[in-house]
């Protein structure tokens, strides 16, 4: 059964960092990409940052600069450093795991972990 479980989310002031851990269990397949997402209260889930199998990343406008993606093959694990957090960063933080195996493409989100930012 695959499980992927977020953690490292929590409460931090302004200009302050984090560092969200994205784990992965489980995996019978090739993973191809691994995708945080956030997503505020009223609003719609935002990609903000990805991760391929080649070690490729990609960052969305709002968390260029600030928010580091990295992995750790050995553990399946994922990372998400956060530095000068903002207000406007509080939301819920869910990791996206894809692959495929032959033909069949998977999908599987974590429950999320809350990041507040106080100001």
């Known amino acids: 059964q695959v499980q992927v479980v977020e953690s490292g989310g929590g409460l931090v002031q302004a200009g302050g960092s984090l560092r969200l851990s994205c784990a992965a269990s489980?995996?019978?397949?090739?993973?191809?990409?691994v995708t945080w997402g956030r997503q505020a209260p009223g609003e719609q889930r935002d990609m903000i940052a990805s991760?391929?199998?080649?070690?490729?990343?990609n960052y969305a406008d709002s968390v260029k600069g600030r928010f580091t993606i990295s992995r750790d093959n050995v553990r399946n694990t994922v990372y998400l450093q956060m530095n000068s957090l903002k207000p406007e960063d509080t939301a819920i933080y869910y990791c996206?795991?894809?692959?495929?195996?032959?033909?069949?493409?998977?999908?599987?989100w974590g429950q999320g972990t809350q990041v507040t930012v106080s100001s």
């Open positions: 996206r795991v894809e692959g495929t195996d032959q033909r069949t493409r998977y999908e599987y």
């Open positions: 991760i391929n199998s080649r070690g490729t990343t």
């Open positions: 489980g995996i019978h397949f090739r993973i191809d990409a």
